[in-house]
Antibody, heavy 124, light 107 residues
Framework: EVRLVESGGDWVQPGGSLRLSCAVS????????MDWVRQAPGKGLEWVGR??????????EYAASVKGRFTISRDDSKNLVYLQMNSLKAEDTAVYYC???????????????WGQGTLVTVSS | DIQVTQSPSSLSASVGDRVIITCRAS??????VNWYQQKPGKAPKLLIY???NLQSEVPSRFSGSGSGTDFTLTISGLQPEDSATYYC?????????FGQGTKVEIK
């Protein structure tokens, strides 16, 4: 069974930092790109970023809203993906989901498996 | 960046109705659109990938179509359990984006 479990969500003051973790099981983690997606309270989904595999040099992509402040990394030996968040702002308050990036047989990518999410609250 | 505009933002329909949700991309993206269903307090669930491919174990009343810039999600025969918010996602590399969401309510 594919399973993703996020942790690390907390309350943090503006300007602070936080690191989220996502532990995965049930599939060959090292073969898959991994995404982070967030959802502010009562709002829609926002794609945050992606980390690719070792074969793609662990390259990353970020949404403009977080670029330069957030960093995604992974530890293939531990089946973990991380989201380091610095210089946090009130507008970063959201539930953060990790999601597997899957290449389907038709040749299209999607987020086919998701964690349950972890809440980050940025407030003074 | 490629943006996607989803409409309507909400709708109310009766059990058995056909419901259509549209998604328009700001530039051509082939068939790189996915559709998700999200219920309150839950993670999104993939329904359709590659614009028209039904994800495993998703009921066949859900279907997707379109290519280029215009895409649709159709629910044929709305069921009470379909009450949820639906999102399109443009998955055209390298930066992805979601539509604003469509809240579907049952009359």
């Amino acid at each position: 069974e594919v399973r993703l479990v996020e942790s690390g969500g907390d309350w943090v003051q503006p300007g602070g930092s936080l690191r989220l973790s996502c532990a995965v099981s049930g599939f060959t983690f090292s073969d898959h790109y991994m995404d982070w997606v967030r959802q502010a309270p009562g709002k829609g989904l926002e794609w945050v970023g992606r980390i690719r595999t070792k074969g793609k040099s662990y390259t990353t992509e970020y949404a403009a809203s977080v670029k330069g402040r957030f960093t995604i990394s992974r530890d293939d030996s531990k089946n973990l993906v991380y989201l380091q968040m610095n210089s946090l702002k009130a507008e970063d308050t959201a539930v953060y989901y990790c999601a597997r990036c899957f290449l389907d047989s038709s040749g299209y990518y999607d987020n086919d498996s998701w964690g349950q999410g972890t809440l980050v609250t940025v407030s003074s | 960046d490629i943006q996607v505009t989803q409409s309507p933002s909400s709708l109310s329909a009766s059990v058995g109705d056909r419901v259509i949700i549209t998604c328009r991309a700001s530039q051509t993206i082939g068939k790189s659109v996915n559709w998700y269903q999200q219920k309150p307090g839950k993670a999104p669930k993939l329904l359709i990938y590659g614009a028209s491919n039904l994800q495993s174990e998703v009921p066949s009343r859900f279907s997707g179509s379109g290519s280029g810039t215009d895409f649709t999600l159709t629910i044929s025969g709305l069921q009470p359990e379909d009450s949820a918010t639906y999102y399109c996602q443009q998955a055209y590399i390298p930066l992805w984006a979601f539509g604003q969401g469509t809240k579907v309510e049952i009359k």
